[in-house]
Structure formats: structure tokens, C-alpha cells
């Protein structure tokens, strides 16, 4: 249902391809960020069809190596459902917490004191990494963590104008050029 209380369906592109939304909750002293993602029916089979390919390839080839690679193919797409689609972001005075779906392998939850946190801004995730909110720290700003993985720009921009206006002591890097410009001001 949107704004006017008209139930609308969601277009067919979006149903293919799937769809990120963003949720964002000014509690007393917390700024929540809820994100969702929502898989579309087109990944899970292009995926299931290449591994199928694989396999049938390894089959009769016997090649076994891609055999191995379609499992992997099939495991990744198991490990992305069993993570769920929601992440949350929780900004306070004196820390940051991300938790659920942050696309890693290792933990469900990124936890940095404030003080820690050199800047916060979008970036496109380079050659590992997902594109979305990211939060850089460490010496000089070299170590960063996604918090809000799949986020487009434009909802990295509602975020980190939210971010600003209730605390002005994170420095949020310019959207467009992601790390290389700091807005020192905020």
C-alpha cells in the first residue's frame, strides 16, 4: 500500500530481478536503518541453470572440477537464503552496530565505537565487495567494513543525511566520490 492507500503490485521488473527497500527510525537517542532486500525469481534460477550446465558438463566430460564448481554455484545460493534479507544499522552517540545480512562469510553483526570511525559514505564495494553504506576506520581511514550491503546511492544519501542531521560528530564522505572526498563540516 503506498502513501495515497492504494494496494499496488509490485512490476514485473522488480518481481524478476528483486528489490531493495529502506526503512529508516529516529528512536530517542538511536538512529535505526533497516534494510531489505527482496530476491526476485531471475538470480536463483540463472544460478540453479549454470550449475545444471556444470554439472552435466562434468558429467559427461568427466571433468569433475566443474562438478565441484556447481556445488559451490548451489552452496552459495543455500548460504545467501539461509542469511535472510534484512540488515539493520544502529547509530548512537558512541557506536555503530549492523546486524543480519551483512554478505559475509564470517559474522552476522560489525560493532566500532564512534571514536574508532574515521568516515561513513557509499561506495561501489570495488572488485570484493558489495556496493552500499560503508564505514572506514583504523589509521588514516584505510580499514572499512560494509554496514548496509546492496544499497544504492540514493538510499545511501537518505541514510547519511539522516546520520548528520542527529549526529553531527560523523563525518560522512561525499556520495559521489565515495571515499575521497570528506565533508568535514558534518
Known amino acids: 500500500m503506498d502513501a495515497s492507500g492504494i494496494e499496488r503490485k509490485p512490476s514485473k521488473l522488480k518481481e524478476a530481478f528483486g528489490s ?34 556444470l554439472s552435466t ?18 552452496a552459495s545460493l543455500f548460504l545467501s537464503w539461509a542469511r535472510g534479507p534484512v540488515t539493520t544499522l544502529r547509530i548512537s552517540g ?29 561506495s561501489s564495494g570495488g572488485e570484493n565487495g558489495s556496493q552500499g553504506l560503508y564505514v572506514w576506520h583504523g589509521t588514516l ?17 537518505q541514510v547519511t543525511d539522516a546520520i548528520a542531521a542527529k549526529f553531527p560528530h560523523y563525518k560522512i564522505a561525499n556520495s559521489w566520490n565515495s571515499a575521497f572526498t570528506v565533508n568535514i563540516g558534518n
Open 20 to 53: 531493495t527497500s529502506l526503512k529508516i527510525e529516529d528512536l530517542d537517542d538511536e538512529l535505526q536503518c533497516t534494510v531489505t532486500r527482496q530476491c526476485g525469481w531471475f538470480g536463483p534460477i540463472a544460478i540453479a541453470c549454470i550449475a545444471s550446465g
Open 57 to 74: 558438463y562434468a558429467i559427461l566430460t568427466a571433468h569433475y572440477f566443474y562438478l565441484l564448481m556447481a556445488l559451490l554455484l548451489l
Open 94 to 122: 558512541n557506536r555503530i552496530l549492523a546486524t543480519g545480512n551483512l554478505e559475509r562469510l564470517s559474522s552476522s553483526d560489525f560493532r566500532i565505537e564512534a571514536n574508532k570511525v574515521d568516515h561513513i559514505g557509499w
Open 141 to 157: 581511514g584505510w580499514g572499512s567494513n560494509c554496514v548496509l550491503p546492496g544499497l544504492s546511492k540514493r538510499h545511501c544519501v
